[in-house]
Structures are given as C-alpha cells and as structure tokens.
C-alpha cells in the first residue's frame, strides 16, 4: 500500500474509557479512600480524576503548592473545609475549588459525617504521588511528618512554609 493510500484510511479514533460503579484504582491514605477514575492514561496525561471519601475529622495534608498543575475539588457530598494561604472555606455538596498552581493549599473533613468530592489534577502529574505516599504507608507504622514532603517534592509540590 502506497503512503498515499495509507492517508487516505480512516484513522482509528482513541478508545473512549468507562470506569464504572465499584471499578478503578483504589488508594487508601489513613482515613482517606481515594478511587482513581482516570490516571491520565486515557487523556494524553492532560487530565486525571479521583474520587475521594474523607472520613469524619479527617485532616488533610500539610498545606503545599503545586509548581506544575491545577487542581479542582467538586464536593459531592458533605462539607469539605479549604484553607487557601491564611483564608479558609467551608465547601458544602455541589461547590466546586479549583486551585492554580503556586496558591498554597490544602482541605480536612472537620465534621462528624464523611464526605465525598471528585477532584481534577490537570496535567495528570499528582496520582502517582498518591500511589507513592501510599507505598510509603503501607507498611502499617505511623507515617513521619516528612513522609508526604518527600513525595511532594517528586511532583512538583512543596510546603507552604509560610503558611503551615
């Protein structure tokens, strides 16, 4: 077949990918279930979707910035508390957070009800950070403070300094 011919063939589309009710990547961080949607695998890396439960008084990780990529927080369910640089929000069920690089940051469940949001990571960058801090986890001794820093700093996040 001539290169001419070979242009002219329809050219297969990418596969669509359905993640349904129960499927995905899970990822267990203490007392937060995280259910890994899309890893980016299927986008091109330019978007990664997880679905988080946040158990009751659940508190979030060390306030940080992400040097490299967006990230969006849409709650679900629950309220969902975000602390942007010295300010912070109580999210309620259908509020949306989207957080730019270089804006320090970080959420908790300060309630007495889990709750459940879906965030964006765009590019894909951060899921592998959360597969990592999970392996540093996993072997069931109470993480160090540095725990989640040290895997921070492979992604392009680092503390907040200034407002720890």
Known sequence: MTEEAKERE?????????????EGEV????????????????????????ESVLAPHTQGPPQ???????????VLSGTVRFTVGDEEYDATTGTLVMVPPGTPHTFAN?????????????????VQ????LQRALADGRP?????????MSRYATEPAADHA
């Open 27 to 50: 990822i267990v961080l203490g007392t937060t279930r995280m259910r890994v949607l899309e890893d980016g695998s299927h986008t091109g890396h330019r978007l990664a979707i997880t």
């Open 10 to 22: 329809p050219q297969p589309h990418p596969a669509v990918s359905v993640t349904g009710p129960g």
């Open 129 to 132: 950070y959360f597969r990592d």
């Open 143 to 151: 993480p160090t403070p540095s725990a989640p820093l040290d895997a």
């Open 110 to 126: 300060p309630t007495d009800r889990p709750a459940v949001m879906l965030s964006t990571f765009t590019p894909d960058l951060y």
């Open 64 to 74: 940080h910035r992400h040097s490299r990529h967006d990230e969006g927080f849409y």
